[in-house]
């Protein structure tokens, strides 16, 4: 059986790209579950590595909301409110009664319908306020007391036209099977760029105060008085489900 030239070059030719074919990227499956992709995401956030921070929750935002919940955070924390609203309307439709994330975005509504000046923004921000408190647990009710309240007022105009609401902050969440709610909170580091990693810093431990009138006569030095964490209002929780301590 004879085969001409042409006949043998398109043959050829096939072979190569089948071979080109066999040679080619392959894409194999994550092999990180979207919730250690939140857990690096969050272990990169604390220290402060906000790109990889972004980085993995971005990877869990794939398939699950909190992925798009966490960016929000992250953007809120830098003040890129634009930004967080998108994500945090991205999160919504899975997430509708979540008081973490309804909290989250009433405050980004009121902060953006306060510099705006959009009554439309600020009703929704009440109105997510007060869905976030009848559905959040005891540990959480103060925050989404305190953001119902401020929204409020807000809306009636009585809250300082400057800087109502400074960079939010968030807490720290259980770890048991990926609860939200937590227990403390403490400060979030600076974002080299969120933000947020903000995503938004957590509340800063109070500097130690006097130690009193000093060393008594014949006596040793009179021990300082532990700090205290201050009572700061005003300061958005962003909570964080399933979030990582830091501290281990």
């Known amino acids: ?9 398109r043959l050829i030719g096939a072979l190569l790209l089948l071979c080109c074919a066999a040679c080619g990227p392959h894409h194999l499956p994550d ?35 909190e992925g798009d ?9 830098t003040g890129q409110d634009a930004v967080a609203l998108e994500y945090y309307r991205k999160a919504q439709p899975d997430m509708p009664d979540d008081p973490h994330l ?20 600020l009703q929704e921000a009440s109105a997510l306020a007060r869905k976030a408190l ?6 959480l009710k103060p925050l989404c007391e305190d953001t119902l309240h401020h929204t409020q007022q807000v809306l009636r105009g009585e809250a300082p036209a400057e800087k109502t609401l400074p960079p939010p902050r968030r807490r720290r969440a259980r770890q048991d099977a990926g609860v939200p709610g937590g227990t403390s909170a403490r400060p979030t580091a600076p974002v080299p760029d969120r933000v947020p990693v903000q995503s938004p810093g957590r509340t800063p431990a109070r500097s130690p105060e006097a130690a009193g009138p000093g060393v008594p006569p014949g006596g040793a030095p009179v021990a300082s008085p ?20 830091p501290e281990q």
């Open 226 to 245: 532990a700090p205290s964490a201050p009572d700061r209002r005003h300061q958005p929780g962003l909570t964080r489900p399933s979030a990582v301590d």
């Open 134 to 139: 009848a559905a959040a647990p005891p540990d």
């Open 1 to 9: 059986m004879r085969i001409s030239l042409n006949s043998l070059g």
């Open 31 to 65: 092999p990180l579950t979207p919730e250690e992709h939140l857990d690096l995401g969050k272990a990169y956030e604390a220290r402060g590595e906000t790109e990889r921070a972004q980085g993995q929750y971005t990877a869990a935002a794939v398939t699950v909301p």
């Open 102 to 121: 309804n909290n989250n975005l009433a405050w980004v509504l009121c902060r953006l319908g306060e510099k705006n000046n959009d009554k439309k923004q």
């Open 69 to 77: 919940f966490y960016l929000g955070n992250l953007a809120a924390a």
